[in-house]
């Protein structure tokens, strides 16, 4: 079993900053993805930033030169850095893991539990 444990979120003002953190922890063989969605009320959830197998990494449209996701390799954790923050960033943001427990192919997808981020104006 896999657990995805999220920390960071909660209320900052426009323009100001958060940092997300994620840590994967349990059975890992490799992980293919991990990142960061969001879900804000009455839309889809839909990719903030992430991390492939080998290091590439991709953002959304609007968070690049915004958002940064990091990682620690060691302790199977990813970081977002959040600065500039809009009001439309609101949102719940979920991390978001592809992970394979043992050397089979097979790709398991797990998710966080969820944190709360709302941006004032």
């Known amino acids: 079993q896999v657990q995805l444990v999220e920390s960071g979120g909660g209320l900052v003002q426009a323009g100001g900053s958060m940092r997300l953190s994620c840590a994967a922890s349990?059975?890992?063989?490799?992980?293919?993805?991990m990142g960061w969605y969001r879900q804000a009320p009455g839309k889809q959830r839909e990719l903030v930033a992430g991390?492939?197998?080998?290091?590439?990494?991709n953002y959304a449209d609007s968070v690049k030169d915004r958002f940064t996701i990091s990682r620690d390799n060691a302790k199977n954790t990813v970081y977002l850095q959040m600065n500039s923050l809009k009001p439309e960033d609101t949102a719940v943001y979920y991390c978001?893991?592809?992970?394979?427990?043992?050397?089979?192919?097979?790709?398991?997808?797990?998710w966080g539990q969820g944190t709360q981020v709302t941006v004032s104006s």
């Open positions: 978001n893991a592809e992970i394979r427990t043992t050397m089979a192919l097979r790709v398991y997808n797990y």
């Open positions: 349990g059975t890992i063989f490799s992980i293919n993805f």
């Open positions: 991390f492939r197998s080998g290091g590439m990494t």
